[in-house]
């Protein structure tokens, strides 16, 4: 038995990817659920809103890097993140102000704001391949490595290697410096406090004298915020094709309904357990397995799906989720 | 709620994982504020004149009603179910269209101002449901109330707390998790943190117990002496007239009976179809 091997193998096979595409998800169920909570609908144009900022996001990367501006080790992208994110932030108060606020003025059902939403979907969707294209573009440049399988292999002396790329430890910290700052602004500020007491009772936060169009244009930027560094973080950590960021709306829904819709922690651990579960469901585990036991030939690869069925892993965890425990895993607002 | 839940039923507004119904609002917050105009002489601090209108394009409830409340008193609005009560507090407070009259705050006409501007206009107002934050703690409700003072809030937060005592040991939890009577103190609580000129309560005593109730008075009673203005809508009509300075009967959006709190319990009439003999 190698417990060392198969340790290794786990980490680099199973592990940092599925903790990096982890953090993707939960920034982008973070963004569903906060839309959930203050706007009162599950906003099906998120994936394709991530789209549109990450092609700004590329086209002014594209830009410094004609320039010869870059960050040295780190991709240039992080340097063109704020123009996407301010372009984005201007794209949906746009689409506020022409569209949802219509509706909010009506006093409209939540549904239809859904309905609306799934229209807007289409026109970002549309918007973004104009814009960019529809090929696959890679963006991310700088150091590829910061540890190297050959590099770990001679330090270690394990047969196994262990990669770790540098986007991926990027989209951890992020991940963390983004969530630990919205929890701050949440809990901390009295605009974050506003944006609380309107997902609350709006009737009421209205009657404190909290305007509430401020609150909703702020909860869209802030929204913009974490679509664009989510949708930039995926680009860079795989890469980014606009049909795909139109798929990942799937298992982002998933992470915010198992997490619990309207709850931000929720959010987070759910974008982690939808990621463990696709990774771990997807991964041949024959490897691992043959370190663990090393007298038994199982007679295929222990991989449970195709990965050409990953997502049906969300579909199964939001099914299971809402039978049997529909408020999600931390209470949130669908009680 | 709105024309859209008469016409589908509610449909697919059920499914709460798409769409989140809990906490929405009724207010159009949408709406801009018209000019404020200069009050008529002679005005009592807070009018509500000849107000006609209802709610969005429905037909009118209110009739001709007028409300009005002095510096320093308090003034109830009661009637039979159905009468117009709240309605003419909301009227007042700009939650619906008015076709006639007017609203008077201490000498400017404030009958083009959206409801959020009245509250930086000086108006305080509990509803009478849904009156409090309930996932936000009892702190935060009052920070809330205090939203648009830029000034130190520490006063007057521990001044609501010597007021309401009870509540004042559960700052750190959370507002829904408290009992009825103690919301409603956190409701009050929350709407005297604006400081405001005038504060409006509707029906702050529905659904406690008397003895909760009694002690509701005491406090509503204390913070008339204190100076500040109070309207109020109550049920609970011989009790509202005991403490009223100023009584309002409507019956079908209009007004009835007019009079100190004390004229009314005389008045045969009155005594007969609402205090029960």
Same mark, same amino acid.
């Given at each position: ?335 | ?173 959370? &507002?829904?998790? #408290?009992?009825? !009577? ?6 009050? *609580?929350?709407? +005297? /943190?604006?400081?405001?000129? %005038? ?47 100023? &009584?309002?009967? #409507?019956?079908? !959006? ?6 100190? *709190?004390?004229? +009314? /319990?005389?008045?045969?009439? %009155? ?7």
């Amino acid at each position: 038995m190698d417990i060392l091997n198969a340790l290794v193998a786990f980490l680099n096979f199973v592990f940092i990817p599925a903790a990096a595409y982890g953090a993707q998800l939960a920034l982008g169920a973070l963004g569903v659920t906060l839309i959930y909570a203050i706007l009162r609908f599950s906003n099906f144009a998120h994936g394709d809103t991530m789209a549109f900022g990450t092609a700004i996001t590329i086209l002014v990367t594209w830009g410094l890097q004609s320039l010869g501006i870059s960050l040295g080790p780190l991709p240039t992208a992080l340097l063109a993140l704020p123009f996407g994110i301010a372009a984005t932030a201007l794209l949906v108060l746009g689409t506020d102000r022409a569209v949802y606020r219509f509706y909010r003025a009506q006093k409209a059902a939540p549904i239809i704001f859904v309905m609306a939403s799934v229209g807007v979907m289409f026109v970002m969707n549309g918007l973004t391949r104009l814009l960019i294209g529809v090929d696959e573009q890679r963006f991310d440049d700088g150091a590829r490595f910061i540890i190297a399988v050959r590099d770990f292999r001679e330090w270690s002396g394990l047969v196994e290697g262990l990669a770790l790329r540098s986007t991926q430890a990027l989209t951890v910290v992020v991940t963390v410096i983004v969530c630990a700052a919205l929890f701050w602004f949440l809990n901390r500020t009295k605009s974050g406090k506003a944006m609380r007491a309107y997902s609350d009772n709006e009737d009421l936060a209205l009657l404190s004298g909290i305007d509430p169009e401020r609150v909703v244009r702020l909860t869209w930027i802030i929204a913009a915020g974490l679509m664009t560094i989510a949708g930039v973080l995926y680009g860079l950590d795989k890469s980014f094709r606009p049909f795909n960021y139109f798929q990942i709306l799937l298992p982002i829904f998933a992470a915010a309904i198992v997490g619990g819709l309207g709850n931000p922690v929720g959010a987070i651990a759910g974008g982690f357990l939808v990621a463990f579960s696709e990774v771990a469901v997807t991964y041949p585990w024959v490897k691992v397995a043959g370190y663990l036991f090393p007298d038994w030939q199982p007679g295929g690869l222990l991989q449970l799906l195709g990965t050409e069925y990953k997502f049906a892993v969300s579909f199964v965890i939001l099914i299971v989720v809402l039978l049997f425990r529909p408020t999600g895993l931390f209470r949130g607002k669908s009680v | 709620m709105s024309d859209q839940d008469a016409v589908f039923g509610k449909r697919g507004n059920r499914d709460l994982s798409v769409v989140n119904p809990n906490g929405r609002g009724t207010i159009d917050g949408t709406r801009r504020s018209g000019p404020v105009r200069q009050g008529h002489a002679g005005d009592p601090f807070l009018i509500g004149e000849n107000m006609t209108g209802g709610y969005g394009k429905g037909a009118d409830i209110l009739h001709d009603c007028t409300i009005a409340v002095e510096r320093g008193q308090i003034a109830v609005i009661v009637g039979p179910n159905g009468a117009g009560k709240s309605t003419a507090m909301k009227a007042i407070f700009g939650m619906l269209n008015l076709r006639k009259g007017s609203v008077r705050l201490d000498g400017r006409d404030i009958t083009a101002l959206n409801p959020q501007d009245r509250v930086k206009a000086g108006m305080g107002f509990v509803p009478q449901v849904n009156n409090i934050f309930p996932s936000m703690t009892v702190e935060e409700n009052l920070e809330m109330g205090a939203f648009i003072r830029k000034d130190d809030i520490r006063r007057t937060m521990e001044q609501v707390y010597d007021l309401f005592p009870a509540v004042a040991a559960k700052r750190r939890q959370a &507002a829904g998790e #408290l009992s009825g !009577g103690q919301r409603q103190q956190v409701a009050v *609580g929350r709407a +005297l /943190m604006t400081q405001p000129s %005038v504060l409006m309560l509707d029906e702050p005593t529905a659904g406690v117990s008397p003895i909760v109730m009694d002690e509701l008075f005491d406090r509503i009673i204390a913070i008339a002496r204190g100076g500040l203005p109070v309207l109020m809508v109550e049920q609970n009509a011989k009790q509202a007239m005991m403490i009223a300075d100023k &009584a309002y009967v #409507l019956v079908q !959006g209009a007004n009835a009976h007019t009079g100190t *709190g004390h004229e +009314l /319990m005389q008045n045969d009439e %009155v005594r007969r179809t609402f205090l029960g003999g």
